[in-house]
């Protein structure tokens, strides 16, 4: 008797990446070259990775200014939605987005 069973894996960046914003490959391919050192300063814009899949390549860049966290290094293959990198906004950046929440509030 033969017996198959399915696990599906979420390679989301999970809890830890839940309240920062993070960069998460838009396919199955291979990250071919990391732009930004861990815990490097990043602006908004700047390349951070390059993931490559059927010879197509994806430049994933940060959505905010602040120091990027890598999770993936060169030659890794990467499965759709994992998380590569979360990037902690730069301080003023943090201030100004909570000062932006508290006056929607009022």
Known sequence: ML????ARVA???G????????LDSPMPGTVVLVHAAD?????EGDPVLVV????????LRAGVAGTVHVHAAQGDTVARGQTLATITPAA???????????????
Do not use: L, N, Y
């Open 3 to 6: 017996e198959v069973s399915v």
């Open 11 to 13: 390679h989301g960046g």
């Open 15 to 22: 809890a830890a990446a839940a309240g920062e914003p993070h």
């Open 39 to 43: 815990g490097q300063q990043v602006a």
């Open 52 to 59: 490559e899949a059927m010879k197509m390549e994806h430049v």
């Open 92 to 106: 003023d950046e943090a201030t100004r987005t909570g000062s932006r929440i508290e006056e929607e509030r009022r």
